[in-house]
Structure formats: structure tokens, C-alpha cells
């Protein structure tokens, strides 16, 4: 491939196509590809040549060999495919070496294919299909077209042609030659061969020349016959032939000149209007690939953006749930240690012949306990004896409320008490009974809980 530097690399995705566009070259190269025009996966590899040896071993030297890419894809299976039917792969490629005319080629191997020429200065669209080598170049002329020549002229002919492509550079001059080798040189596209032979048939070629080079002969033209103008006859009464106005071949010659230089008028501003619209076009495509890409980085940012905030988030209510298991852990732990301190205290009093009590306060009406609190029952619980006689008192609270609903409350605390050890040990006997609020312990005055209390008679020591 040559020295060359890579300027791309695009990896294809299902259903999606989008533009890229980087700079090279001193220009830009903008690629277009359509969603799906290769294999999901395939990765496609752009550079830029900075030698013209291929150029120069397939095209031909003499050449001005402006500018040299090479688009290469590969598909995951190894093979290099070409696009889906309807799905070219178009290059936008702008740069101020690309003259309007320079000849666009495709290399595969070592097979050169005429994609066609700039139609504007600065800028050339190509659509590929295959995996190719573009190489842009200014050549010399193609062949002048549509040649003719008059007939009827005093040993000469005057042949018209039409202008060819120029290869990217100026036509400088047309030489048409007839094929007996007389010649005449022109920069537009008439001019008169002289020294012709009258009464001989003649055909005509051209050829152009720019500043690379000189064109192929044209197509040759219809033959033609000059004469010579019949001649004067002398005497009375005799022939003679009329003589040409110089006015009306002066008016002819104007008119021609006239008409040529309305046509090259009428030509330059087609080519103005043409480039005009190329360059629109242009510039809108670049806009929009540069929409295109700003959109995908803010995208891209966002979504980052968004993940990142989602694993801070994750790792935040990790290392809470983490705290939280360790302080769950450690208040039952000190419930257990309390509760087994409380036991042994008990079976100590019991032992004594003392009753031990123990008053549980609650923060609602359903008797709700705190994690301490139904830890340290638990534990408490399971130090009794199995045939521990479980008494569990309720206090009424009349302040704010009747006596009949102060009684059922505390009725409703006791029993819950109760419950809650017998699920435990079911082989305890437990036992309810209601006291005024006056025979609550004095821990409990004054607070907004509601208290209830049970009382062991029996300890398994």
C-alpha cells in the first residue's frame, strides 16, 4: 500500500449508519455509510497515502497525482464483502488541491476503475462498493467530441469540436490535423486547416493539451471535399464570378464571435451555478456529521454520566446495608448479655425466696418492642425453667381516656406480653392481672409509653 497514515476506523453495528468526518490531508474526508451495507462487526480502516507508486504502476506516470486514499474493511469472518445492493458507501472528500475535472480512480489490486470526475473545485464525491485505493488526479484532456469539418473551402476546411474534460487543468490549446497532416491550432474550439488540395476527400482529428499533457485524438470526422470557387469567364457578355462583401463577412465573422462568447458566458455560469450547489450541498453534509457527532458525545457523556452515579448510589447502599447488619448484630449481642445477666440476677433472687420483676415499656398500643428489647426477651426467655409460672401485669392509664378503654389496653398489653413468652416456651403457665396506675413502677411516671411488666416465679436454677 505504501507510506500512508491512518485517518480512521469505523466498526459497523446492526441497524445503525451514521457519517464520520476527519481532517486530512490539509481538507476533510466525510464518510457516509448506511445501516447495514456490511456485516455487523466489520471494521473499516481509512488512510492516506503519502507516495504515488501504486498510482504511478497502474494509472501511468506524467500524471499530477493530487491526492491518494485507501478505504479497507474486513468482516469478522475474515472475508472483505461488498456493500448490500442500494447501500454504496459515499466519501465527501474536500481539499483545495481537487480542481474541477481532476479524474477520480479506484484501485482494487491492480485493476484502475474511472469513477469519474470532480464537478467542482475543491471538493469530490465518490460512491464505492468494494474495498478500493482512491486516488485522485489531474491528467491531461480527455478526447475532443463530436468533430466536423465544412466542405466547399479554396484548399481548406474549417472543423469545429466540441470541448472535452480538462483532467483538472486548463486547456491551453486544440490542434485539429487532417489525416494527410496539415494542421491548424486554436484556443477555442474552431480553426481552419489550409493547404488542402481541392477535389480531395480529407477527415479530420483533435487533440487538447493542458499543462499535464496532450490528449488522445478525437474521433475522426465525416470526410469532406474543398473546391476551388468557379472561375471568371473573360469577353462580352461573359460570367464573372461576384465578388464577397467585405461588410457581410465582417458581419458573419461577429455574429460567430458573438455566439462563441455568449455560449463560454452561458457555460462559465452553469459552472458557477453547478459549483455553488456543490458546495451547499457540501457544507450541509458537514453540518449535519458534525450534529451527528456532537449528539453521540453528549450521549456518550450522559450515559456515562448516569453510571457512574448508579454505582456511587449501589456502593452507598451497600456499605449502609453493611452498617446497619453490624448494629443489628451488635444491639442483639447486648440485649443477649443483658438478658443472660438478668436471668442469673433472677435465679439468684429466686433462690432467696424473692420474687424477681421485670417491667417492659412499649412504644405503641400494639406493644411493638425495639430490637433491644425483643432480643433481650428472647434471651430472657430461654433461661426460664419449663414450668416457669409467668404472671404478666397491665397498668390503666385513665389520663385522656375513659376507664373502660384505659382497662382494655392494659388488658391487651399483658396478654401480648404473655403470648409473646408462651410462643417462645410453650410449656410456661402465664398469667394476667390488671393494676391501677398508681402501683406502677416509678420509672414509668411522667412517660408517654405504655407499661406493662411481668413477673417470674420460677427460674430453672
Known amino acids: ?12 453495528l446492526a441497524n445503525a449508519g451514521n457519517t464520520y468526518s476527519v481532517s486530512a490531508g490539509g481538507g476533510t474526508v466525510a464518510i457516509e455509510y448506511l445501516a447495514n451495507a456490511l456485516p455487523v462487526g466489520t471494521v473499516i480502516d481509512g488512510y492516506l497515502l503519502s507516495d504515488t507508486s501504486t498510482a504511478t504502476s497502474v494509472i501511468g506516470s506524467g500524471n499530477d497525482y493530487v491526492m491518494s486514499l485507501v478505504l479497507a474493511w474486513v468482516a469478522t469472518d475474515g472475508t472483505v464483502p461488498t456493500t448490500a445492493a442500494g447501500k454504496d458507501i459515499s466519501m465527501t472528500i474536500t481539499n483545495s488541491v481537487i480542481k474541477k475535472g481532476a479524474k477520480i480512480y479506484s484501485v482494487i489490486g491492480t485493476t484502475p476503475t474511472l469513477l469519474g470526475t470532480a464537478a467542482a473545485d475543491g471538493s469530490a464525491v465518490i460512491s464505492i462498493t468494494d474495498d478500493p485505493q482512491i486516488i485522485i488526479a489531474i491528467t491531461k484532456p480527455d ?11 479554396n484548399a481548406s476546411s474549417t472543423v469545429s469540436w466540441t470541448a472535452p474534460s480538462d483532467g483538472g487543468s486548463a486547456i491551453t490549446s ?3 490535423t487532417s489525416n494527410a497532416g496539415q494542421t491548424c491550432t486554436s ?14 476527400s480529407y477527415t479530420f482529428t483533435v487533440t487538447a493539451t493542458n499543462s499535464i499533457g496532450t490528449s488522445d485524438p478525437s474521433s475522426a470526422s465525416s470526410a469532406i471535399t ?22 457581410v463577412i465582417a458581419a458573419v465573422k461577429a455574429a460567430a464571435e458573438k455566439a462563441a462568447a455568449d455560449a463560454k458566458a452561458a457555460a462559465e455560469l452553469k459552472a458557477a451555478e453547478e459549483k455553488a450547489a456543490a458546495d451547499a450541498a457540501l457544507a450541509a453534509a458537514l453540518k449535519a456529521a458534525q450534529e451527528i457527532a456532537d449528539a453521540q458525545a453528549k450521549a456518550a457523556a450522559e450515559l456515562k454520566a448516569a453510571q457512574d452515579k448508579a454505582a456511587e448510589e449501589l456502593r452507598i447502599a451497600e456499605e449502609l446495608r453493611i452498617a446497619q447488619e453490624k448494629a443489628d448484630a451488635a444491639l442483639k ?3 443477649e448479655k443483658k438478658a443472660l445477666e438478668d436471668a442469673a440476677a433472677a435465679a439468684l433472687l429466686a433462690a432467696k425466696k424473692i420474687v424477681p420483676k421485670v417491667t417492659v415499656y412499649s412504644l405503641s398500643p400494639t406493644l411493638k418492642l425495639s430490637a433491644y428489647d425483643t432480643a433481650y426477651l428472647k ?3 430461654s433461661q426460664l425453667s419449663p414450668t416457669a409460672q409467668v404472671t404478666c401485669v397491665g397498668y390503666i392509664y385513665t389520663k385522656n381516656t375513659t376507664y373502660a378503654k384505659a382497662k382494655a389496653l392494659a388488658q391487651s398489653q399483658a396478654k ?14 402465664t398469667t394476667v392481672v390488671l393494676y391501677p396506675s398508681s402501683k406502677a413502677p416509678k420509672a414509668a411516671f411522667g412517660s408517654k409509653w405504655v407499661t406493662v411488666s411481668y413477673r417470674v416465679d420460677s427460674f430453672k436454677k
Open 143 to 153: 478526447a475532443p467530441t463530436g468533430v466536423s469539418a465544412t466542405s466547399g473551402g
Open 333 to 335: 449481642a447486648a440485649a
Open 226 to 247: 474543398p473546391a476551388a470557387p468557379a472561375p471568371s469567364i473573360s469577353g462580352g457578355g461573359g460570367y464573372v464570378a461576384p465578388t464577397r462583401d467585405p461588410a
Open 416 to 429: 401480648a406480653v404473655c403470648a409473646m413468652m408462651k410462643n417462645q416456651k410453650k410449656t410456661i403457665t
Open 379 to 381: 434471651k430472657y426467655v
Open 1 to 12: 500500500m505504501g507510506t500512508n497514515t491512518k485517518i480512521l476506523t469505523i466498526t459497523t
Open 174 to 176: 486544440y490542434t485539429a
Open 187 to 200: 484556443t477555442t474550439t474552431t480553426c481552419s486547416v489550409t493547404g488542402l488540395t481541392n477535389g480531395t
